[in-house]
């Protein structure tokens, strides 16, 4: 724990008092004894000071049970390994319920006790550079040698968003994609091996893959809002919406007609189905081992690239298929090209020693160990070209979506435009709100929202 800070009048008092010890510490008489060059009898070798280690303490949002949280304690060890002047204390900290932020970091940064480095969700890096919340770390980028030429374009994007600065160093990438139960397909009928490209099959084949056990939902073809469907902005870009332009950067688009066909959509399975029973069945849904997936609760999900891991570790015996999402008339194959990062807080007492953790630990062989223990995908585009990558037919399909992947919009205001989407879909699978009116108040709100980053 960290001591807080200490008042004017405070650090006065100490060193007046440390003042008045050394003066009386002075003032008293001596009793040296001559130096014979011998140690007298009974005393001992004087011993040199102990050095003391510096204690970089670094946040994580992954579990130490999970095997995101295993695998990064692995990286984090090796780095003690290879720094023994320092001192890394590891803290788990999730991130707030609902979103992608965690108040913890932001009150300890308010308060001026802020970790020395922290793993952070990429798209709201732009966010919280805008409120003066992360360490610039061009400069030191600089003197290492890190550049934008080691990255995707995208990612460097992502943490540089905010003024061109760079205010944190990408990590992972992932994009998405259909995950399929083979045997699910094989029992209705259908072929997994030829799986419609085109949405209005798709809906239909999802339609045979619901069970029921009198009115209560036991299995589900398919909902578009769960794991990774719940991105605010995937089937808006499925659909063939483009919400921002890096040419453009202040101009947030989220209504547009293609965007309100993508809600539309949503609300319609909601209306076939029933959000309510849509939730109650949901309610019951498991984690790890107990997946929804990997226990015959759902046939279809859209879902990342590192389920493949998840699968392999929690139900090797899985017989599954994994393909781009099918796209209406007018859309496009689409996904999502998401990934976290590491940062400085700002404040950080330890600025030169957290970079030094950050720079390693997202350095090119931790971040290549964990994208391959994780089924994840480096940034580093060195790294990235790798053959590993491309072996797996299944992590190839996530590969070969790389190139045409969107990402979350990089302006200030990724946070608030992430959590008003989030409850504007609520708002319209529940019947509270049409997809039209929805997305026009969250237009009109971004809008005002962008004005207090405009210069």
Known sequence: MRASSWSRREFLRMGATVAGMTFLAACAPTTETPDTGEVAQGAEEPQAAPETKVKVEYWDVSSPESLDGQVKEAMINRFREKHPELEVESVYKPTTEGTQMSEALLTAIAGGTPPDAAYFDRFIVAAWAAEDSLTDLTDLCANAGITKDDYYDFAWTEVTG???????????????????????????????????????????????LFEYDGPRLVRAGFIPWYAQGGCP??????????????EDPNNIVVNSEQAVASMEWRRAYAEKYGAEAFESFSSAFGTETLHPFYVDQMSMMYNGDWMLAQIEKYAPDLEFTVVPMPYPAGGRTATMAGGWSVVIPRGAKHVAEGFEFISYFAGPEEMDYFCRETAHIPTLKEAAAQPFYHEDPMHKVFMDLLPIANTRPPVPIGQFLWTALIEARDLVIHGTKTPKQALDDVQANAIKEMERFRE
């Open 233 to 246: 902005y995937v089937w808006g870009w499925t659909f063939g919406a483009e919400y921002w332009s890096p």
């Open 162 to 208: 905010w003024k061109g600065k760079v205010w944190a160093l990408p990590f992972d990438t992932d994009t998405r994609a259909l995950y399929v139960n083979k045997q699910h397909l094989l029992d209705a009928g259908l072929d997994p091996d030829n799986i419609p490209q085109d949405l209005d099959t798709f809906d239909q084949w999802a339609e045979q």
